[in-house]
Structure formats: structure tokens, C-alpha cells
């Protein structure tokens, strides 16, 4: 019988026996027992199925890594330490040295700089593109060696809706996946898979968690890409580190996330703990509800923003005035998420004088969870990038992104006012 996503977050993934837990338990363990060793060599041969060391599996992460698979509509997904353990895998799992990925630029600062020096690093070659970039642009952008895409259906901190099928569109053209970090809309707002997209990743530790309490990422794999169009070896040749094994003979459909757990996570080791998963699972069962607060919440306090002729500037979804409105409402009819950027007038300086004078909203270094927070990326999140990388993904020196929680919405609009105020 197939759910309402709402009624997923509460039920997907896990179905518990007669005499067995309602919710899903923590299994604090590194390691299971068998009673042959015959059983845990065709474990180790992915011969059979089961639980042998957490590092590559785990009763607990793959229960909620099934629920976020069934959240996006995805075949598999594997729980990983973070939003950036993440995306480097989702990249490293099908790209190696000398291949080549199209990216746009404006993404979340943490991950330009892995893409832009650790990957780069690696020999993995990235073209970032400008987020207006055309169609011809785009599809200038790929090479021969390309073989992967990669977005954030709305960027951190600059709120650029990306135009995900036309990103699908030209990565399938040059037969290579598109892979969407979607950690802002979540999958309540947006299931990019719906959109042609092939690989969908989290940073779990925003709003899938929802309480700042677990760091955490997630992979999942829609189970339609072709990876046997001879561009992908690593998928469709024999992997001798486990006996010759064909990921898309033996695995089909979920071929890319079983090679991402038994390949990568076997060697990175950047497995989410039980009690972290735990956690998110707590989070993911009113992700539903409170993802339409936040939405709510953001909305009344962009207007107000709007509306104050000390803000030089707001950027938000939401708003009619916004030049991503159309498609916002395209892509996320029911709201995109609870993220505010704007522009304090009198640059920089006046803006961190805002900050300083700000009560109920704290200064932190985090976004999306069920309390309304502050940053100034220019000096923090995005530090690493000099004054020309900052333009071309958005942020300006009078950047403040602000997260909207879940507090009643007048007190954050009173907070915001007296910090105003006191410039």
C-alpha cells in the first residue's frame, strides 16, 4: 500500500515483529556474532545479506537510511558522518582521477572548498558554473571526460533555486547522472528524483534532524540512471577487492549506493554512529510538520524585512519579487524552506553591528533547526574564498543568512527590529 509522505516520515522503514520495539532501537554495537564462519565469509563475499561490523552496516542506519530512500522514492541510501563525507562520496564513488564534474557555483562554501581543493587535489577536475549560467553555457561546460553533474536545489547560503530538469536534461545528453544536494527543501518540499535527477544527497544535521543535536549525511540512488553506457567501469567490470563482483550484473538497479557501501564506506570508514541515526530518526518523524512552520515563519518575516527601508536587500524564495519565485513555485509549490538572506544597508560593518545587537536569534554557526539563528558567511562559512569566488556564488560582504525556527513568528520579527534599531 503505498503512503502519504507525511505518514512515511513516522512509518517508512522500519515494521516491527510480534513482542518486538515500536520505535526503532539503537544498536550500540560495533560488531554481530555468527555461528560459522562459512556465514560471515558469504557476508564478506556480498553473497548474503546481514549485519557483521557497523562500519559497513548496521541494524539501526540502514532502518533509517531505508526511510530516506523511501522519503525521496529512491532504491537505497546509505547514512553517512556528514553532509561533506556526503557529497565527497557521491562524487568519488563514480570519479577518479583525470574525470571531470560540472558544478554550479553557488553552493554551500564547505563544499566548493572540497570540491575546489581536496577533490581537485585528488585529480578530479571541476568547472564551476555562474547560477544564471544559459543552456548553451551548461552544455558547453561538459568534456569527454565528464561524469557527473552536480547542484543544490536551493543553494546555502544564496538561495538560488537551481533549474533541476534542465541540469538533468543536458547531464543525460552527455550520459552522465545529475547528483542534487537537496538538504534545504528536504524531501517534504522537493524529491528531485521526480525531476529527472539521479543521486540525491543531505547534510541529515539540518533539517532532517531538525535539533542541532547529530552531525550526520545521507546518499540516495533513484535506481534509473544507465551506468552500463561504458563510461562507468567501476560499476560494470569485475571489482577484484571482492571476487569479481559486477555491481550492475549483481545489484541492478542499486548498483551506485551498494558499490558507495561496500567500496567506499569499507575504505573511508565515515560511517554515522547508531546513536547519531538514532537521533535522526527522531527528527525525520515531524519533519513534516515542522518543515511547513518553518516555511510559514520565513515568509512573514521576509516580508517584514522587505517592507523596512533599513534592508538594502532580501532574498527569498517566497517572495513574488523574488527573480526565482517562478520556479520556486514550480519546483516547491508548497514552500522551499526556512532560510533568509539579506542585506543590512551600510555594507559590512553595519551588518555585523546587526549581529551583534541581536537577542532571541543566536550567532551560530549552523542553518535549519527548530531555533532561529544567524551567520555573517562572508567572515565565517565562507571565509576560504577570495572577494571574486564570493560574487560568483552569491554572497555579498552585507550577506546575513538567517535560519527561521519554529518560535512564535512576532518575537522573531521584535528581535529582529531592536537589532535594527540600535545601528
Known amino acids: ?116 581543493k581536496s577533490l581537485r587535489e585528488l585529480g578530479i577536475e571541476f568547472t564551476f558554473l555562474a547560477p544564471d549560467a544559459s543552456e548553451e553555457e551548461i552544455n558547453a561546460a561538459f568534456k569527454n571526460n565528464t561524469k557527473a553533474a552536480f547542484i543544490e536545489s536551493v543553494s546555502n547560503p544564496s538561495l538560488d533555486v537551481a533549474d533541476i530538469e534542465l541540469y538533468a536534461k543536458l547531464a543525460h545528453a552527455h550520459g552522465v547522472p545529475l547528483i542534487v544536494d537537496n538538504t534545504f527543501p528536504t524531501p517534504i518540499n522537493l524529491r528531485p528524483f521526480e525531476w529527472g535527477a539521479d543521486i540525491v544527497t543531505h547534510s541529515t544535521t539540518k533539517y532532517m534532524d531538525g535539533h542541532a543535536v547529530a552531525l550526520g549525511g545521507v546518499i540516495v540512488d533513484s535506481g534509473s540512471f544507465d551506468w552500463t553506457n561504458g563510461k562507468y567501469p567501476m560499476l560494470t567490470e569485475p571489482d577484484e577487492s571482492y571476487h569479481g563482483v559486477v555491481y550492475t550484473e549483481k545489484f541492478g538497479k542499486a548498483a551506485y549506493i551498494t558499490k558507495c557501501v561496500t567500496h567506499l564506506m569499507r575504505d573511508y570508514g565515515s560511517q554515522q554512529s547508531p546513536q547519531n541515526a538514532f537521533l535522526l530518526n527522531l527528527g525525520l518523524e515531524t519533519l513534516f510538520l515542522r518543515m511547513e512552520r518553518h516555511c510559514q515563519n520565513a515568509l512573514t518575516v521576509a516580508k517584514f524585512l522587505e517592507a523596512d527601508d533599513r534592508i538594502e536587500w532580501v532574498n527569498f524564495p517566497g517572495l513574488e519579487s523574488n527573480k526565482y519565485y517562478e520556479r520556486a513555485k514550480k519546483y516547491m509549490p508548497n514552500g522551499s524552506c526556512g532560510v533568509i538572506s539579506f542585506g543590512v544597508k551600510g555594507g559590512r560593518e553595519k551588518a555585523m553591528q546587526f549581529m551583534d545587537n541581536l537577542d532571541l536569534i543566536k550567532l551560530v554557526i549552523h542553518v535549519a533547526d527548530a531555533r532561529t539563528c544567524a551567520l555573517h558567511p562572508a567572515s565565517t562559512t565562507h571565509r576560504q574564498m577570495n572577494d571574486a569566488q564570493l560574487e560568483e556564488c552569491g554572497v555579498k ?25 540600535k545601528i
Open 1 to 116: 500500500m503505498s503512503y502519504h509522505i507525511n505518514t512515511q516520515c513516522l512509518q517508512a522503514g522500519y515494521d516491527p515483529k510480534n513482542g518486538e520495539p515500536r520505535v526503532v532501537p539503537i544498536f550500540q554495537s560495533t560488531t554481530f556474532k555468527y555461528d560459522n564462519a562459512a556465514t560471515l565469509g558469504k557476508l564478506f563475499d556480498l553473497e548474503a545479506d546481514g549485519f557483521f561490523y557497523t562500519r559497513l552496516a548496521n541494524p539501526t542506519l540502514s532502518t533509517v537510511a531505508a526511510k530516506i530512500a523511501e522519503l525521496e522514492g529512491g532504491v537505497g541510501a546509505m547514512l553517512t558522518a556528514s553532509g561533506q563525507a556526503a557529497n565527497m562520496m557521491s562524487i568519488t564513488n563514480i570519479c577518479h582521477a583525470g574525470d571531470h564534474v560540472v558544478c554550479a557555483a553557488a553552493i554551500y562554501g564547505g563544499t566548493f572548498n572540497l570540491f575546489n
Open 397 to 421: 560582504p552585507n550577506l546575513i543568512r538567517m535560519s527561521v525556527g519554529l518560535e512564535y513568528v512576532d518575537d522573531i520579527i521584535a528581535d529582529i527590529r531592536q537589532a535594527l534599531d
